[in-house]
């Protein structure tokens, strides 16, 4: 099993909905999709060996993993779809303002841009309060962190692991309770955030400064805006949005447990 | 008259009997044909090898006078007291006239090695002057373009065995190529047709013939289902180019069932008008009981037995009324297979499972993908007859796996590379929960060659797979033997009491300097 299927505890995540041991998921026979992207699903530098199975989040994420040469793809849908099955909403808590996740880059990539000019533009754009999500090695910069902090409250949804090691397996769980607190969720860019919060009943949105990366080009990030334009823009229609990002993460296309564990070679409890 | 007359021309060794041979036209649909228009009173050839029970069931009412070429088989069947006529087609006169004439084998072993080779249309015509004005003749045409011929393995117009003297093949011109051309061909001859159907899936026994109206604008689902089914049964282990079954479907299904049947069944008569008061029905089927299909006042189709009501392992009286409707299951789903439509596949398969454990125990056993018709949310078995229980639904998931895997289609399940693994995720989308491990054998298909290669194919890659993945496994094997050994140092290092480690230190030391030394030695 690729270390990348524990990412974020999605094999966790996949392991509560199949009935088994979240704490210690079988071994995935393959790669799971841990974020969403515009290639074959895959992490980038991830180093797929010829003939795996790659799991994929959605039809067309699998059509075009197929056109890439990946021939092993089979569409599951995102963890977090299942984890929103295993944790359906009860609609209990009210929801405020918005969760807002700054583009963060991984680890060793450095963000290009004003942070605080992004957050101006937040604050002109957010009717309500702002939460802002960063990720780890953000949040675990003072200076970043601090920034933030004086425009609204800060938080992590913890640290997704490397090599399966320090990984924060209630990830997704942390980041489905933040979630279902807010009204609104909102990037500077397309993300598996934003329809995470989609999905969990957030209206989506995606503008604001960039923020690219040293040497990044455009050109992914406009074929983007012209595939999604639904999803684009300070305040777009949260119906067309919402549907948008479902298809994305593969909502129609999510296998029962017996399906789940039989697609990941995994045995009855 | 004598039961054999020699009418010239005959084959005296010879006989069109063979196990190398086509078999005589036979098979329990011809022979209901037969047994409805035997004119009472009236006079019948039957030109060219047809099955013993094609003759009897011309009964009794009728003269049935034989034509072969074969004196073996001429001789065979006068000792069984019917009339024969044994000769080349060339010899025949109309000095004798029939009611009826009867050529289900087609005309081409009505001429013998000796004296002129007549083509189709010669030979039809010698037919046609046999008869009496008013006089009916039932004739097979084989289809050259057939899907039998499709998925044939050998050339028609290479000379096999020693029959094949003369292999036109399709290079007879004078034979019409599509049922229109047949008969308009007979109408110029003076034949007008009242009755024509394809015949599917072998012209020497079809068990399911349908009337170019009913394929086009009749119960198609059940005709392509029963087209696909007749195939598979004919070709079980047959070694064939391509899945028969599936040309036979996509034909009836896209409008070319006609087309592409194995043969043409026409039933045509001499002017002035028809003196047989008979038309077989628009769809005959007969892979054991014979099947009649028909028009209801509503615009439905019914189904009614009428004949072979006591075939062993079928209740035949299941099959009598409303035929259903819809498309068969198989095709379905491997539609959605191939367009990825995983809702769609599992909502049939849930389905299914769900009807499935509605049925009677013995119908079970028949209630695989390949013989249930889907209409919206209604399931129903295409052939209700065939009786037998089954372990559970997972044997019928297992062979459609197996018709997946073996068939080489895509599929949407990637990472379920084999017959288990595949049946516990079709399981699983079906809901069913018990898949048993055992299985008996896989039910015998047809051995097609397309299918061979695609299994080639798909095993080169998994090779080539394979072997990458061997290659990556070592090369990840010798990193991470390096970082143990790494490991093992630091902690030999950090672990050990300190007086061990100058004593390690010191014997390193000294073993470098020892190394030292023996170098200088050597050099000097």
Redesign the interface.
């Known amino acids: 099993m690729h270390h990348a299927n524990h990412f974020y505890g999605h094999a966790h995540v996949m392991a509560e909905y199949c009935g088994l041991d979240p704490e210690h998921p079988p071994r995935i ?2 790669y799971l999709q841990h974020g969403w992207n515009v290639a074959d699903g895959l992490g980038y530098g991830t ?1 797929y ?5 790659i ?1 994929v989040w959605s ?1 067309q994420t ?2 075009r993993a197929w056109s890439m040469g990946r ?5 599951t849908g995102a963890p977090f779809l299942y984890l929103l099955r295993c944790y359906p909403s009860t609609d209990e808590a009210p929801r405020e303002g918005t969760i807002w996740y700054p583009f963060h880059g991984w680890e060793g990539q450095h963000v290009h841009g004003s942070h605080q000019r992004l957050i101006d533009e937040i604050l002109d754009t957010e009717p309500g309060p702002v939460t802002f999500c960063l990720y780890w090695h953000e949040f675990r910069d003072d200076k970043t962190r601090a920034r933030y902090e004086k425009a609204g409250r800060v938080i992590t949804h913890g640290y997704r692991g490397l090599r399966w090691q320090d990984t924060e397996t209630r990830f997704l769980h942390n980041q489905l309770t933040e979630l279902r607190r807010h009204r609104r969720v909102a990037s500077n860019r397309l993300s598996s955030a934003v329809m995470y919060g989609a999905a969990a009943g957030c209206a989506p949105a995606v503008y604001g400064d960039p923020m690219r990366l040293a040497g990044e080009e455009t050109r992914i990030a406009e074929r983007i805006r012209r595939e999604w334009p639904e999803l684009h823009g300070p305040n777009p229609d949260p119906a067309a949005g919402t549907e948008v990002a479902l298809a994305e993460l593969g909502a ?2 999510l ?11 995994w045995r009855a409890p | 008259m004598t039961d054999l007359k020699m009418i010239g021309g005959e084959m005296p060794d010879w006989s069109d009997r063979r196990a190398d041979e086509r078999p005589p036209a036979g098979g329990a649909v011809f022979a209901e044909i037969l047994r409805r228009m035997a004119p009472a009173g009236g006079r019948i050839l039957v030109a060219g090898p047809h099955d013993d029970a094609l003759i009897d069931a011309l009964g009794s009412r009728t003269e049935v006078v034989c034509l072969l070429r074969s004196e073996t088989d001429a001789a065979a069947l006068a000792e069984r007291g019917v009339t024969v006529l044994c000769g080349t087609l060339a010899k025949v006169t109309d000095a004798d006239r029939y009611d009826v004439v009867v050529a289900l084998d087609g005309v081409d072993r009505l001429c013998s090695v000796e004296g002129p080779q007549l083509d189709w249309a010669e030979a039809v015509q010698v037919l046609r002057r046999a008869l009496r004005p008013g006089g009916s003749l039932l004739l097979a045409v084989e289809n050259e373009l057939g899907v039998h011929r499709l998925v044939d393995r050998s050339a028609p117009t290479s000379a096999h065995g020693p029959g094949d003297w003369r292999p036109v093949g399709e290079f007879d011109e004078a034979k019409p190529g599509n049922p229109t051309r047949l008969a308009g061909r007979l109408a110029a001859d003076g034949l007008a047709v009242s009755w024509l159907a394809a015949a599917w899936p072998l012209p020497s026994a079809p068990t399911l013939l349908a009337t170019p109206y009913a394929l086009q604008d009749g119960p198609v689902g059940a005709l392509s289902a029963a087209a696909a089914g007749a195939a598979g049964t004919a070709y079980a282990g047959v070694p064939v180019l391509s899945d028969p079954r599936r040309l036979a479907a996509a034909a009836v299904r896209g409008g070319l069932g006609a087309e592409f049947a194995a043969s043409w069944i026409v039933l045509a008569h001499r002017a002035p008008r028809p003196a047989l008061d008979f038309v077989p029905p628009p769809v005959l089927l007969g892979d054991g009981p014979v099947v009649e299909l028909a028009h209801d006042r509503d615009g439905g189709w019914v189904r009614k037995v009428v004949s072979g009501t006591t075939t062993p392992g079928r209740d035949t009286t299941r099959l009598n009324g409303p035929l259903p409707t819809g498309r068969l299951l198989e095709e379905l789903l491997l539609a959605a297979c191939l367009r ?1 439509e ?2 769609t596949a ?1 909502r049939l398969l849930s389905g299914w499972a769900t009807w499935f454990g509605t049925l009677a125990a013995d119908s079970q056993g028949s209630a695989t993908v390949d013989n249930v018709l889907v209409d919206g949310d209604a399931y129903a078995l295409l052939d209700p007859s065939r009786l037998g229980t089954s372990p559970g639904p997972a044997t019928a998931l297992r062979r459609f796996a197996e018709t997946l895997l073996a068939g080489g289609y895509a599929h ?5 590379t084999n017959v288990d ?1 595949l049946t ?2 079709l ?3 079906a ?1 069913v ?1 018990h898949v048993p491990a055992v299985e008996s054998a896989p039910v015998p298909i047809p051995d097609s060659q397309r299918e061979h290669e695609e299994q080639l194919r798909m095993l080169r ?2 090779l ?3 072997t ?2 061997a290659a ?1 496994f070592e090369a990840e094997l010798s990193g991470r033997d390096s970082e143990l050994r790494r490991a093992r140092l630091q902690i030999k290092a950090f672990s050990g009491k300190f007086s061990y480690r100058v004593a390690k230190l010191g014997a390193v030391s000294a073993r470098k300097a020892r190394n030292a030394l023996r170098r200088v030695g050597k050099e000097s």
């Open positions: 026979e393959g180093p060996v010829s003939g795996r199975p799991f039809e699998r059509r021939k092993h793809s089979t569409v129609e296309d296998a029962g447990p017996a399906e789940l564990r039989a697609i990941l070679g | 990825h995983l809702r599992r949407p399940w990637a990472s379920a693994s516990a995720v399981a699983g989308a809901g929960q890659e998994q080539a797979d394979a990458t993945r990556w």
